[in-house]
């Protein structure tokens, strides 16, 4: 392991494992905040990884992520946080995995016990977030 970065990634791939760098520079940065490093592993044990996906899915996992999320002291809940959980929630549509997507909405997105933790500039940034879902997803709202 010599010579690699914290921002590389081991990822299943069809059966095999290889290592490949995050394309995304936002995510190093990302990491530094406790909470936001938490929320982007989750992030990458489901990413094309159906089994872990349902996992997630059918063992309450989207709404304990929600509750633990509630229980972080508001020093810590941030435009990071916000931001991983815009890369997860990104990350699940793509998967194009509906019932994940839609308990990310319900128990993360939409609680708003988690988001009023957050500073004013904080809070207009969730809510541009969330205007930005419903316009660009009509069908499911």
Do not use: C
């Not at 520079?25 to 909470?35: N, Y």
């Not at 982007?40 to 929600?66: F, S, W, Y």
């Not at 940034?125 to 419903?134: C, E, M, N, R, V």
């Amino acid at each position: 392991m010599k010579g690699r970065t914290v921002s590389e990634l081991i990822t299943p791939v069809e059966g095999h494992w290889v290592v490949s760098t995050s394309t995304k520079a936002s995510e190093s940065r990302l990491e530094r905040s406790l909470v936001a490093a938490f929320i982007l592993i989750v992030k990458h044990l489901i990413q094309r990884h159906p089994i872990n996906q349902d996992n997630l899915t059918h063992a309450r996992g989207v709404a304990t992520l929600g509750a633990l999320v509630q229980k972080v002291p508001s020093t810590l809940i941030d435009v990071n946080v916000l931001i991983a959980i815009q890369l997860l929630i990104e990350h699940v549509s793509l998967e194009k995995n509906m019932q994940l997507l839609q308990q990310m909405y319900q128990y993360v997105l939409f609680d708003f016990h988690i988001w009023n933790h957050g500073d004013f500039p904080f809070q207009i940034g969730h809510i541009q977030y969330l205007s930005t879902i419903i316009k660009e997803s009509r069908r499911v709202f």
